[in-house]
T-cell receptor, first 108, second 113 residues
Framework: RKEVEQDPGPFNVPEGATVAFNCTYS??????FFWYRQDCRKEPKLLMS???SGNEDGRFTAQLNRASQYISLLIRDSKLSDSATYLC?????????FGKGTRLHILP | DAGITQSPRHKVTETGTPVTLRCHQT?????MYWYRQDPGHGLRLIHY???????DKGEVSDGYSVSRSKTEDFLLTLESATSSQTSVYFC????????????FGSGTQLSVL
């Protein structure tokens, strides 16, 4: 089992809809988790950190389920500008391993 | 934005030649990372450093070496470049390692012909 797994998508979602995707991780010792956003041909940038059960920032909510070893990202009222690839991170000590990313396309 | 500079931004080289990519930071962060990104594979960790002269292997370290002689510089060397090393290379920094967020450089597009 890979350390971090994500559904690659693409998710094609109409503007204004709610979309959610999950990320599963294998290292039960991971304590902190992160979602990054990456636009085409650009560097990844931090979207959200998840240290306990979850985190909310405006239209974005990240939730952690330690029992099932997954984190989720929920985007409400999606905007065209949300189109990007979303990368999940579950650090194993200081080795920061990324999932392959989930591509999201918001359709007008 | 965090002060991270990667050089060169673009490089075209021939198979068998040595190549060195440089990552320079002005944040005085302890941890530095090198990733490569390829279609269908996402970001894969090559090597990372947890201090001056302290480095460790990542997921795909074969064919790569690194050096960190100063806090601010982390070099990635391909001793003899191969076409399979054509990729986009990203450097990242972190203040305290795995529990903290990463800041990325703008990337280096390397083409090995």
């Amino acid at each position: 089992r890979k350390e971090v797994e994500q559904d690659p998508g693409p998710f094609n979602v109409p503007e204004g809809a709610t979309v959610a995707f999950n990320c599963t991780y294998s290292n039960s010792a991971s304590q902190s988790f992160f979602w990054y956003r990456q636009d085409c041909r650009k560097e990844p940038k931090l979207l959200m950190s998840v240290y306990s059960s979850g985190n909310e920032d405006g239209r974005f909510t990240a939730q952690l389920n330690r029992a099932s070893q997954y984190i989720s990202l929920l985007i409400r009222d999606s905007k065209l500008s949300d189109s990007a690839t979303y990368l999940c991170v579950a650090p194993r000590d200081d080795k920061i391993i990324f999932g392959k990313g989930t591509r999201l396309h918001i359709l007008p | 934005d965090a002060g991270i500079t990667q050089s060169p931004r673009h490089k075209v080289t021939e198979t068998g030649t040595p190549v060195t990519l440089r990552c320079h930071q002005t944040e005085n962060h302890r941890y530095m990372y090198w990733y490569r990104q390829d279609p269908g594979h996402g970001l894969r960790l090559i090597h990372y450093s947890y201090g001056v002269k302290d480095t460790d292997k990542g997921e795909v370290s074969d064919g790569y070496s690194v050096s960190r002689s100063k806090t601010e510089d982390f070099l990635l060397t391909l001793e003899s470049a191969t076409s399979s090393q054509t990729s986009v290379y990203f450097c990242a920094i972190s203040e305290t390692g795995g529990d903290e967020k990463l800041f990325f450089g703008s990337g280096t597009q390397l083409s090995v012909l």
